[in-house]
């Protein structure tokens, strides 16, 4: 009888990839890598440009940093499966990976809410829109999608 026991999960799905998982981690890393430089571009000339210090673009790099984060919460641990033998994963990761994958999906979900009542205001009232979407309106706007996304993460998981 095997004495062993492990108090997590087998991940079986990269059980028969060993002859190309270096090729699918070098892929996976060049994506990776790619898509942090590219929403870490999008923030820097956001921030530089005057032209671009609009509520629009206010958003756009809120969701260029969620999507960082949200990306984050799996990808590395897919890189150090594809990298190493060890293909468990324990309870606690998983739970911790799952959380915060789904609180990112939904405040991004919430985010993408407010981007398009940021447009729907420029679009309907495009006389009064900059003083309706003043910073503070934005700030405010961002603070309640992080507080939302949080929110429905806690009350609405799928998770007992």
Not at 23 to 47: A, E, P, R, S
Not at 51 to 79: A, G, R
Request: some cysteine.
């Amino acid at each position: 009888m095997n004495g062993t026991y492990y108090s997590g999960f087998l991940l079986l799905g990269f059980a028969n990839i060993e002859k190309y998982s270096i090729c699918l981690f070098f892929t996976v890393l060049l994506i990776y890598v790619l898509t942090l430089f590219g929403n870490m571009l999008i923030i820097l000339v956001v921030q530089t440009h005057v032209y671009l210090q609009t509520p629009m673009y206010y958003f756009i790099t809120n969701l260029s940093l969620l999507e960082m984060w949200y990306i984050s919460t799996t990808v590395p641990k897919l890189l150090s499966i594809l990298l190493t033998k060890d293909k468990r994963v324990s309870f606690q990761w998983c739970f911790a990976q799952l959380y915060m994958f789904h609180g990112l999906g939904m405040t991004e979900c919430a985010l993408l809410a407010v981007m398009s009542f940021d447009r729907f205001m420029a679009i309907c009232n495009p006389l009064r829109y900059t003083t309706i979407m003043n910073e503070r309106m934005c700030r405010y706007l961002a603070l309640y999608v992080g507080l939302m996304g949080s929110y429905l993460q806690q009350y609405h998981s799928p998770l007992p």
